[in-house]
């Protein structure tokens, strides 16, 4: 009796512990929101939006960064997002189980851990200087591509991995090929899951300051892209420039939290949309099923 007793205690001692720690976790992540919800609040009005920044980016708005920020997003997955997806399915559905596919995993856990900066140097090497694109929209996406894609592979290979091998034999056997299963079957059933990488992604790039420093980001550019090879303003980066070394920091301080507040829920209503198309694909998936 003593001996359920004391598992009893254990288990509810682990519970109570697991449940802490998550609340305070929480409470941490509300402090943060919080405080930059506090600070920046007072700030965003449709003319800090909209405007252009002037005096020494004091005053006016944050419209061309955050138009920059959206393109080096939008840029940034339009390459890593198809690659990663690819890579995955090669890795998951073509390589057998053994060295070369391990290698392949590993090297790419190991992309993942590279810090952003060296990143950052690596796309104003190539994209920058070798390839000619210069500071450019299209040398920063592409950066940060680089950057999101072993998120994309990871994320994209557990998904197939969940994939019951039940749907994939059921569709050979019904002479498919393997392409055909693929695309018809192991895809469409993986997708909402895939789609976690993507919103791990977007959450990655769309706050990195370290790439787009060296690839495409302007400390004072009060307009708008024209095209690819332009250099643009960034939220990161002008929320770093404005905080660290402006040339008044002090009168702006108000605008660094401000532009922290819109960076913050640029990437919630992103993550949102694709949590609700995530959603929706995963409905249609279980009402087929049971068709």
Request: with cysteine; aromatic share 10%; charged share 15%.
């Amino acid at each position: 009796m003593d001996y359920y007793k004391r598992k009893i205690i254990a288990e509810g001692i682990a519970f109570w512990t697991f449940r802490s720690l998550s609340f305070i976790v929480i409470g941490i992540l509300f402090s943060i929101l919080g405080f930059i919800i506090y600070k920046g609040i007072g700030v965003i009005s449709w003319e800090f939006i909209t405007e252009m920044p002037k005096d020494g980016m004091t005053k006016g708005g944050i419209y061309p960064a955050i138009i920059g920020t959206l393109c080096l997003i939008a840029g940034s997955i339009i390459f890593a997002f198809p690659i990663g997806v690819m890579s995955a399915i090669y890795i998951n559905e073509y390589t057998k189980h053994g060295f070369f596919r391990s290698f392949i995993q590993l090297m790419t856990s190991n992309l993942a851990g590279i810090p952003s900066i060296v990143f950052g140097l690596f796309g104003m090497s190539l994209f920058v200087n070798q390839l000619g694109f210069g500071d450019s929209i299209l040398a920063g996406s592409l950066t940060l591509g680089l950057l999101a894609l072993p998120i994309v592979i990871r994320t994209t290979e557990e998904a197939l991995k969940a994939v019951d091998d039940n749907f994939r034999q059921a569709s050979l056997a019904l002479g498919a090929t393997k392409l055909q299963t693929i695309q018809r079957v192991t895809l469409p059933i993986a997708l909402p899951n895939i789609l976690t990488g993507l919103i791990l992604s977007i959450g990655r790039v769309s706050g990195e300051t370290a790439p787009i420093l060296f690839t495409v980001a302007a400390y004072f550019l009060p307009k708008l892209p024209t095209s690819i090879f332009d250099q643009v303003m960034a939220l990161p980066y002008h929320l770093y420039v404005i905080s660290t070394s402006g040339t008044n920091i002090k009168d702006s301080r108000a605008m660094a939290y401000g532009t922290a507040l819109v960076l913050i829920l640029i990437v919630l209503i992103l993550n949102l949309t694709a949590s609700a198309v995530r959603r929706y694909l995963s409905k249609r998936i279980i009402l087929t099923n049971h068709d």
